[in-house]
C-alpha cells in the first residue's frame, strides 16, 4: 500500500495534509438495503412531522416545553419536580442506544439519526436530482459559471433554505405545540422579534451543515461517533468488508474483491471500508449495496462487504450475546424498572409550601402566631381537582388568599396563605409544622414546613 492509501490512519478522509477539507462526491446509492433505509427514513420524518398534531388526553404526543418546565413524553407529562423520573428516562435511552451499539454497531447513525436522515433522504437527493450524479456534479464545482451552473446551484440552494426553515419550523413546534406555533406564525413577527431573529440563525445553521459542512458532522463533531472506538468490540455487528475472501484483491488475484473502488466512490464520507472498522463508517449500507451489484456482475455471490462482526469473518461464526451485551441488559433492564415504579408511583399532585421571603411572624390580638407562606400545586392528573389545605401537626388556622382552591387538570395553582397558632402551641422559635392536602376529604398529600415565633 502506498503511504497516500495510508493516510486514513493519520487524519480524516476528507481532509488533505494541510488540514484543507476535501469535499466528498459521493455516487448515488441504491440497491436493496438503501430502499429498505429510505422507506424507514419516510416513517421517520413523517413521524417527526406529525408529533406536535397527534392528540393523547388532549396534548401533544410529544411536547418539549422548556420555558414552562413541562415535558409530554407519549401523553406522559412530566413537570420540574420529575426531573429525577425524567433523568431516569434519559439514562434508559442512552443505556439502550449504549447497549444497541455494543451489539449492532452504529445502526443508529445509519437508520435512524437525524443527521443522516436529513442529509442522505433529503438534501443530497435534491442534489441529485438537481445536479445529477457525482461526476456531474464534481464538473459542474469544477466548471465556470454558465448559465445553467447558476441555474442549477441558485434553485439548489433556494431549495435547501425553504427545507432549512420548515425544519427549524417543525423543531419549534415540538417546543412549543402546534397551537402556539400557529399563534406565532399568525402575530405580527415584531411582536416576537427575539424569537424570529433565532429562528434565522437556527434556519442559517442547517442550511450551512447541510450545504456545506455535511458529513463532518459525523466524522468530527458528533460525540457518539468519537465513543465508537470504546463501545465497538470483535463481536459487534457492523458493516464489514469479508477480507478472507476478498484478498488479495484485484482483477488477476483469487480474492473476490476487483479492486474496482465502487464501494469508496459510493460512501458518504470518503472512506474505504477494506480498511477496516473506522470511525466515519456511519454503517448506511450504500458500500454494501454497491459491492453486491459488482459482486452480481463478476458472477459472485453476494455479502462481501455485509452486516457482520470482526469475529465472524475471522472465525466464521459468532453469537449476537456475549457477556459484555448480556451485563449492559441486565442494568438496563434494572433502570428501566426503576423508572416504571417511580413514575407509576408518583404522586398525583406536587405541593411546595415555603414561608414567603423577607417575612419573619406577627404576633397578634388574639394569642396567637402568624407566619406567610407561598403554595404551589402542580396537578398531574387529567381532572380537575376541589382541593383544601389543613394543619395536620398543631392546633391553628389557616387563612387562604383567595377563596376556593381549583387546580385545572395538568395546571399548577400558585396562591399565599397565613397559618395562625395560638402561643401555647409553640415551644420553640422554629417549630415544623404539617400540612395535607385534600381532595374531597381525602388525604393526597402531605408537607412539612418551618413555623417561626419569637
Ligand atoms: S466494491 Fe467490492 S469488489 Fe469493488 S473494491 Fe469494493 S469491495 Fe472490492
Ligand atoms: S463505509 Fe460503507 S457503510 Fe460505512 S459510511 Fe461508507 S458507505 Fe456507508
Not at 47 to 61: D, G, Q
Not at 103 to 112: D, E, P, Q, S, V
Not at 382 to 399: A, F, N, T, V, Y
Request: with cysteine; charged share 20%; aromatic share 14%.
Amino acid at each position: 500500500m502506498s503511504i497516500a492509501e495510508l493516510s486514513f490512519r493519520d487524519r480524516p478522509i476528507n481532509m488533505d495534509a494541510k488540514g484543507s477539507r476535501k469535499w466528498v462526491y459521493a455516487k448515488k446509492p441504491s440497491g436493496k438495503w438503501y430502499r429498505r433505509r429510505t422507506l424507514f427514513s419516510w416513517f421517520l420524518l413523517l413521524f417527526w412531522i406529525a408529533v406536535p398534531w397527534i392528540r393523547v388526553n388532549e396534548n401533544p404526543l410529544i411536547l418539549l416545553d422548556i420555558a414552562n418546565r413541562k415535558f409530554i413524553i407519549f401523553g406522559a407529562i412530566f413537570w420540574a419536580q420529575d426531573t429525577f423520573i425524567l433523568a431516569l428516562l434519559m439514562l434508559s435511552f442512552v443505556l439502550f442506544i449504549v447497549l444497541f451499539t455494543v451489539t449492532f454497531g452504529r445502526i443508529w447513525c445509519g437508520w435512524a439519526c437525524p443527521q443522516t436522515i436529513f442529509l442522505e433522504m433529503i438534501f443530497r437527493k435534491i442534489e441529485y436530482l438537481i445536479e445529477g450524479d457525482y461526476k456531474k456534479r464534481y464538473k459542474l464545482d469544477q466548471g465556470p459559471w454558465t448559465g445553467e451552473k447558476i441555474l442549477k446551484k441558485t434553485l439548489k440552494h433556494g431549495l435547501f433554505i425553504f427545507i432549512a426553515i420548515a425544519m427549524t419550523n417543525v423543531f419549534l413546534m415540538w417546543f412549543t405545540g402546534s397551537e402556539r406555533w400557529l399563534e406565532l406564525v399568525r402575530e405580527p413577527f415584531r411582536q416576537n422579534l427575539s424569537g424570529f431573529i433565532v429562528m434565522i440563525v437556527v434556519s442559517g445553521v442547517f442550511y450551512w451543515i447541510y450545504s456545506f459542512f455535511r458529513e463532518q458532522v459525523c466524522t468530527m463533531v458528533c460525540p457518539y461517533g468519537r465513543m465508537q472506538g470504546v463501545l465497538l468490540d470483535s463481536n459487534s455487528i457492523v458493516v464489514s468488508y469479508d477480507y478472507k475472501r476478498g484478498e488479495p484483491r484485484g482483477t488477476k488475484n483469487e480474492g473476490d474483491c476487483i479492486d474496482c473502488h465502487q464501494c469508496v466512490s459510493v460512501c458518504p464520507t470518503g472512506i474505504d471500508i477494506r480498511n477496516g472498522t473506522q470511525l466515519e463508517c456511519i454503517n448506511c449500507t450504500a458500500c454494501i449495496d454497491q459491492c453486491n451489484k459488482i459482486m452480481h456482475i463478476t458472477n459472485k455471490a453476494p455479502g462481501l462487504i455485509r452486516y457482520a462482526s470482526e469475529k465472524t469473518i475471522k472465525e466464521g461464526h459468532a453469537s449476537v450475546w456475549n457477556t459484555r451485551n448480556r451485563a449492559y441488559s441486565v442494568v438496563l433492564l434494572v433502570i428501566f424498572s426503576f423508572f416504571i415504579y417511580t413514575f407509576v408511583s408518583r404522586p398525583v399532585i406536587e405541593t411546595t409550601i415555603l414561608r414567603t421571603p423577607g417575612l419573619l411572624f406577627q404576633e397578634n390580638g388574639d394569642n396567637t402566631i402568624s407566619n406567610v407562606y407561598n403554595l404551589t400545586i402542580v396537578n398531574k392528573t387529567h381532572e380537575e381537582m376541589p382541593l383544601e389545605i389543613r394543619l395536620l401537626s398543631h392546633k391553628g388556622r389557616i387563612q387562604m388568599a383567595g377563596n376556593s382552591m381549583i387546580v385545572k387538570d395538568q395546571g399548577r395553582f400558585e396562591s399565599t396563605f397565613i397559618l395562625f397558632i395560638p402561643k401555647e402551641e409553640l415551644n420553640s422559635d422554629k417549630t415544623e409544622v404539617e400540612f395535607g392536602i385534600f381532595n374531597n376529604n381525602e388525604l393526597i398529600e402531605t408537607y412539612k414546613a418551618t413555623f417561626v415565633s419569637p
